[in-house]
């Protein structure tokens, strides 16, 4: 587990089956918010993710932030190639979430921005070209977009959703 801390706040990699216990509750509360609530959630899913994530480190970055020691933060991504072409090496971010009690706040800024940093330096590290975010949580995309749009990330296309069964 590596950490870096910052105003009060401690930022870990993931790296150990230890730390499950730290992002469970805080990953449950994110999926509980999320547009797929209406899903069970799978704790033998998780674990399984958890550890492929941790045993993959060259192409997988797990972090989550704490206040208090309270996680009220987490990011989970990956980085590979463009599907269809050689090289253009993409980081993309499966899912990041900041707690709901912190969010608004001014503390809630700072894990966000700090989630960014972490993943923006990860994918600087291994030579990615672009870093990709997908909102598809439905948790305040206008909050999430104005936030995106101020570090400099830019809107390409969208996500499209419809029900089928």
């Known amino acids: 587990m590596s950490t870096i801390t910052t105003i009060g706040l401690k930022i870990f990699r993931a790296s150990t089956p230890e730390e499950m216990p730290c992002v469970r509750p805080t990953l449950m509360q994110y999926h509980a918010e999320s547009r797929y609530s209406h899903i069970v959630f799978s704790e033998k899913k998780f674990e399984k993710n958890f550890i492929k994530a941790i045993n993959n480190p060259a192409n997988t970055l797990i972090v989550y932030v704490q206040h208090k020691g309270k996680t009220v933060g987490l990011l989970h991504a990956g980085i590979g190639d463009y599907y269809l072409g050689e090289g253009g090496i993409m980081v ?66 969208g996500n499209y959703v419809v029900r089928v069964g």
């Open 92 to 157: 993309t971010v499966y899912g990041i979430y900041t707690s709901a009690d912190v969010r608004s706040s001014l503390l809630g800024g700072k894990v966000t921005l700090k989630l960014i940093r972490a993943v923006t330096d990860w994918a600087k590290a291994n030579q990615a070209n672009e870093l990709h975010i997908h909102s598809t949580s439905g948790i305040e995309p206008q909050s999430t977009g104005k936030f995106l749009n101020r570090l400099g990330f830019k809107t390409y296309g």
